[in-house]
């Protein structure tokens, strides 16, 4: 039989602590009154550590703040330093003609200069004659049989459409095929008056846009026994577009090899009608030719130009058993004569009568401090167009001396204020003791 004495000894066995067993003595209250004071001793020293600490990350701060308004304006080499004569001795230079591009250091004189007469420095420049496309395509029906049927892709402003046409009995007949499949597939988009045929006596595609003013694009897909074609070819070209796929005013010859040289500026280049002419110019630009080169999808046409000016800048070409450079800048030229940048000159006076010329291979002439830029000026000739001579005013700029100072005195009363708030800032207190951190039993 199982009494009520056994159960309590068993229940007492196993519960998670024993306050005094049979005895009776609890001794967990013994243990925290005999620990309470090292405890207490303990809290009260992470008391003032933390108070320390706290001190410590006001003490920081306040000196991160100094530290910040030393280095905005008692460093030198700041740019709102009050100790820099680049600051305080700031110069300012104003011109009578926005073309004008001035600075003024500060070692400038304050002066007024007096401009007569510019001419700005140019690069060495090849221009193409007119639009490269030659807005037609070349295609061949030779390889036409008679009566056979032929799908070639057809793109008009844009719109494609698979064209089919029926090779005629000669390749008259078939152009005559061709053209009636694509005007008739087309007839929607384009006016009653407009249509695609060949000049005369050609197999030359073009498009009649009846005096629209538009520029109307189209491109014919690859068919060689349809049209002759072996690539997708366009009447104009993108940047994109591939060599063996554009329709040049010159037509392109390539050497034995399918390859298109030449050289620039001592630089060779070689291409195929796989380059793009995005390829050709990314690849001119990057080299060490000293050149840049640009296409215009509007105008259909290429520019290059040296990449310095003055008479150092030169465009020397030549080619090799193809023809690339003709039908990239359309003409029959042989490339024999260099082209060269001219220097600038500019005559300038500090007393509107006496001028003095000078010449540079660079744009931008520095007098005494002071910096004058006439790219985009160009010419400029006072006595030619009857107007005054340009001038341009060195003084010292106040106004940004004034608002640097100004900008001082503001932020140094901002830091004292900060530094004042956490000097005056009190301790809370309760009854004549100051408030302590809150252990964490108290949190």
């Known amino acids: 039989m199982t009494t009520g004495g056994t159960t309590g000894s068993t229940e007492s066995l196993y519960s998670d602590r024993f306050s005094g067993l049979a005895s009776g003595i609890d001794t967990e209250s013994i243990v ?5 004071g090292t405890k207490l001793k303990l809290e009260n020293q992470k008391k003032k550590l933390q108070t320390l600490q706290w001190k410590q990350e006001i003490y920081s701060g306040i000196v991160d703040k100094i530290s910040s308004f030393q280095e905005k304006y008692l460093t030198l080499n700041s740019k ?21 591009v001035t600075s003024a250091s500060s070692t400038a ?6 401009i007569k007469q510019a001419t700005a420095a140019t690069t060495a420049k090849l221009s193409s004659n007119g639009s490269v496309a030659a807005d037609k395509i070349s295609l061949d029906f030779s390889e036409n049989v008679a009566g056979e049927e032929y799908t070639v892709n057809v793109t008009f402003n844009g719109s494609k459409k698979a064209i089919t046409f029926t090779g005629g009995a000669d390749v008259e007949e078939s152009k005559e095929n061709f053209l009636t499949a694509v005007n008739d597939a087309f007839s929607s ?29 189209f491109a014919v897909g690859y068919n060689k026994e349809a049209v002759g ?12 577009s591939a060599l063996g796929q554009i329709a040049f005013a010159k037509d392109l010859e390539a050497d034995a090899e399918g390859n298109y040289n030449f050289t620039i500026n001592g630089v060779d280049f070689t291409f195929n009608d796989n380059s793009t002419i995005s390829n050709i110019v990314n690849t001119i630009n990057q080299s060490d030719a000293g050149v840049k080169m640009t296409f215009s999808s509007v105008t259909q046409s290429f520019s290059l130009e040296s990449t310095i000016t003055g008479t150092a800048g030169e465009i020397t070409m030549s080619q090799t058993d193809s023809n690339l450079l003709n039908a990239l800048f359309n ?12 220097n600038g000159t500019v005559s300038i006076s500090t007393d509107g009568e006496n001028y003095r010329t000078y ?7 520095t007098f005494d401090g002071t910096t004058i830029n006439i790219e985009k000026l160009g010419t400029f000739n006072a006595e030619a167009s009857g107007t005054d001579p340009i001038t341009v005013e060195t003084q010292k700029d106040t106004s940004s001396i004034k608002d640097t100072v100004v900008n001082f005195i503001n932020d140094y009363n901002e830091l004292i204020d900060s530094l004042y708030d956490e000097i005056n800032t009190a301790r809370p207190k309760s009854s004549g003791d100051y408030y302590d951190p809150l252990t964490e039993e108290q949190e």
């Open 32 to 36: 925290k009154a005999m620990a309470s």
């Open 80 to 100: 709102t330093s009050i100790k820099a004569n680049a600051v305080m001795s700031k110069f300012i230079a104003k011109s009578s003609d926005s073309r004008l």
């Open 109 to 114: 004189n304050p002066t007024t200069y007096y």
């Open 189 to 217: 988009i384009k006016a009653g008056n407009q249509e695609f045929k060949f000049n005369e006596g050609t197999s030359d595609l073009v498009f009649d846009n009846a005096d629209d003013g538009i520029c109307h694009t």
């Open 229 to 240: 074609l072996v690539n997708d070819t366009a009447s104009r070209m993108a940047l994109g």
């Open 331 to 342: 003409t029959d030229s042989d490339f024999s004569e260099s082209v060269y940048g001219q």
């Open 359 to 365: 010449t540079s291979a660079s744009n931008s002439y």
